[in-house]
């Protein structure tokens, strides 16, 4: 199977240097290739008959000019060949609407370069150890200071990019890993299907995201690390100093230049530790013996964390919307990092041959997991579950994880259910599926239903999105 690897290079000054122009050249070539694309079709429409249209090619030669653009003869040719053939690619990509149309790339601090085979080598030294060699024979910058942890195979070819100041090599490699032995969701889903339901009930573990506890799985609780709250937390608090002293400076001066790359490897410290945190939350639950069949809520994190809404009264006037309340929640599902974490999970899974689906994620926090009674009284606290129907109480986070359990074993065994190219499963029917609706009517529903429908029309009248999903997170 093809896996992607990152590797973080440790550069020298000049090979700092020469790679920014080498990225720099690359990103002249394409955006020349933009403004070229632009200039033609513009003429095409204005001078030419009807049903003409802009030349496209991954001609670069043009661009170079010993007066105009001098620098380019500096830079190996094949990183502009590399350049043109990616920005023709992505054209014929968005001529076959895969994407949208190559964009002019702005002069920033961050770039990347394309390296064909031509370009690197990988070389074992007299040392013993093997590095990689970046350049041509003539034009080359000697050996990138990597830590090459495995053996990876010659590859055709491999990027080098630049974000926040730091240099990273990334590229696919074969990992000796058959896919076609590997099962797919639906694989999995039938041979689950043949199973009884005490082995459902071992295998299957039932996974609440949230914000004061991040991953509840099944009986266990996974929350960052004291270590890491207190970095985050100091990051924090340098984030808003820098912001502030940004504020009052001058806007294009250098001090402020300063202090913006600062605010960016801050950013990135806290992206740090929430990747780790997910990493490592998905390498534990893979490993475990025992589950074999991980399901997530089909949570929607992007509407989840869109703004509230502005709103006016009839006069014209703006009233309180709850913006600040709102964004603060949005900030702290963000920090968490739910989809990263899903998608770590997912691959995880995948290669260690074990099933992940997905369950519509409605009312499981207001939902019991004995009774399946719902009510949103039930959430009496952030932390506290109990059910007004059958007196059940529960961790509520630990009571969420339970119901999400359920649902799938529910879903599993029921035969009429489907799975989605998305790896939701739900029943075909309503679309919604997941909810035992016999025994959903058989709960004492009745004294709570006026309650319940009052809940459901002030939730309506809230801005928020998923007021009644997420209010008790
Ligand atoms: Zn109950």
Wanted: glycine share 6%.
């Amino acid at each position: 199977m093809h896996t992607g690897i990152r590797l973080k290079a440790n550069v020298t000054d000049h090979q700092r240097l020469v790679l920014s122009q080498w990225m720099g050249c690359a990103r002249f070539i394409w955006n020349s290739k933009c403004d070229e694309y632009r200039y033609h079709s513009v003429y095409a429409r204005k001078y030419c008959p009807v049903g003409t249209y802009a030349p496209v090619d991954q001609q670069y030669s043009q661009f170079k000019n010993d007066e105009l653009s001098p620098w380019l003869s500096d830079c190996p040719s094949q990183i502009l060949r590399n350049s043109a053939s990616n920005w023709f690619d992505t054209f014929q990509d968005f001529k076959h609407g895969r994407c949208g149309k190559p964009r002019r790339k702005k002069k920033t601090g961050n770039g990347s370069i394309h390296l064909t085979r031509e370009l690197f080598r990988f070389d074992i030294c007299a040392d013993g150890v093997r590095r990689l060699f970046i350049g041509t024979k003539r034009n080359n910058i000697g050996y990138l200071s990597l830590k090459l942890h495995k053996s990876f195979e010659e590859k055709a070819s491999l990027y080098i990019k630049k974000r926040h100041d730091e240099f990273w090599v990334s590229f696919c490699y074969d990992d000796g890993l058959d896919d076609g032995e590997l099962l797919s969701q639906a694989d999995h889903l039938k041979y689950l299907r043949g199973q009884t339901e005490a082995f459902l009930q071992k295998h299957i573990i039932g996974m609440d995201r949230g914000v004061k506890r991040p991953i509840q799985a099944g009986e266990q609780c996974f929350d960052f690390s004291p270590e890491q709250k207190r970095n985050m937390e100091r990051s924090r608090r340098n984030l808003l100093r820098y912001q502030k002293k940004m504020s009052r400076q001058v806007k294009g001066s250098n001090r402020r230049q300063k202090i913006k790359v600062r605010l960016s490897n801050i950013h990135n410290d806290i992206a740090n530790i929430r990747k780790d945190f997910c990493h490592k939350v998905s390498r534990v639950l893979v490993d475990q013996k025992d589950s074999r069949v991980f399901i997530l809520e089909d949570l929607k994190t992007r509407q989840m964390t869109k703004r509230s809404k502005a709103k006016k009264d009839d006069s014209g006037r703006w009233l309180k919307n709850g913006g600040k309340a709102k964004s603060g929640l949005n900030k702290a599902i963000l920090n968490v990092g739910w989809h990263l974490f899903e998608e770590f999970l997912k691959y995880k899974a995948h290669r260690a041959g074990k099933a992940w689906f997905k369950v519509p994620a409605h009312h499981t926090s207001q939902e019991c997991a004995v009774c399946a009674h719902t009510h949103p009284g039930n959430r009496k606290s952030q932390e506290i579950f109990l059910c007004e129907s059958c007196g059940h109480t529960d961790n509520a986070d630990h009571n969420a994880a339970e119901v999400i359990k359920k649902r799938a074993i529910s879903l599993v065994s029921n035969s009429g259910s489907e799975l989605s190219k998305r790896g939701v499963l739900s029943l075909s029917d309503t679309g919604r599926g997941a909810t035992d609706k016999s025994r959903r009517a058989k709960s004492p529903r009745a004294p709570c239903e006026e309650a319940s429908k009052k809940k459901r029309k002030r939730a309506k009248d809230l801005p928020l999105d998923f007021s009644l999903e997420a209010s008790p997170l």
